[in-house]
């Protein structure tokens, strides 16, 4: 088929309403850990975010990504024994002050949410030459992390909750899932409707870690060109106070 030929979508701005309802799930978007009630996501709500992953940007539209949805009470309980495994080594790592605040952290839903969804990635997806990977080969997990927000955007546009549940060892993941040797575990969410969430994220409103300012992460022309005055920043703040964060 002729490219050429092929008719282009229309490419303006959404309607105010419409950028509204986008920005808002951008900035009540939340991870979950336990406000997860048992009410099943039906099976057409969970296809629309399923396929909002699906039409994830990828390099070299390679699309790398496997959806295994997970249902089953013990799958899910393996994964959870995997957590504990994990977590029990991560409390060791932080500083004695920080240890007993990480015990009170409610890390994981995955008993708890009535679908775990893992996202993997296959680097030989799109075989061994893919168009933008050729000096960059984490481009593929890159692309199947964007997939990974489109279904936290999508699913909290449908009242569904989704939290990340990243301490576990990938390794022991993979054999848990039968996922093959080459193939990436990239995400492990937990899914379902939620009683309530938190205005803020929970870490910040647990005082684990702030919002960090704009004049934190914002340079201009290089990496040291920092500009206390620019009016950038002062715009990114109003949007930031605007999105009460």
Not at 11 to 29: H, K, M
Request: charged share 20%.
């Amino acid at each position: 088929m002729d490219p050429s030929n092929e008719a282009l979508a229309p490419s303006g701005p959404f309607s105010p309403a419409e950028r509204e309802a986008v920005y808002r799930a951008i900035f009540t978007r939340r991870d979950v850990r336990s406000q997860f009630s048992p009410q099943p996501v039906p099976d057409d709500v969970l296809a629309r975010i399923l396929t909002a992953g699906h039409h994830a940007p990828s390099v070299g539209f390679m699309q790398p990504w496997s959806f295994l949805v997970l249902r089953c009470p013990e799958t899910r309980r393996k994964v959870q024994a995997l957590f504990e495994e994990a977590n029990a080594e991560a409390v060791a790592m932080f500083p004695p002050e920080k240890q007993a605040q990480y015990r009170a952290l409610k890390l994981e839903g995955i008993v708890d949410a009535p679908v775990n969804l893992c996202i993997t990635c296959d680097p030989d997806r799109a075989g061994p030459v893919v168009l933008g990977r050729t000096h960059d080969m984490a481009m593929d997990r890159y692309s199947t992390v964007c997939a990974v927000q489109n279904i936290w955007l999508a699913a909290r546009a449908e009242g569904v909750g989704v939290g990340w549940v990243s301490i576990v060892d990938p390794a022991r993941l993979r054999e848990a899932l039968g996922i093959p040797e080459r193939v990436v575990p990239v995400a492990y969410l937990c899914l379902g409707y939620v009683h309530e969430a938190y205005a803020r994220p929970e870490l910040e409103v647990k005082g684990w870690r702030q919002r960090l300012p704009p004049e934190a992460v914002l340079s201009f022309d290089g990496w040291d060109g920092r500009q206390p005055g620019h009016p950038l920043l002062a715009a990114m703040r109003a949007a930031m106070g605007d999105a009460g964060s």
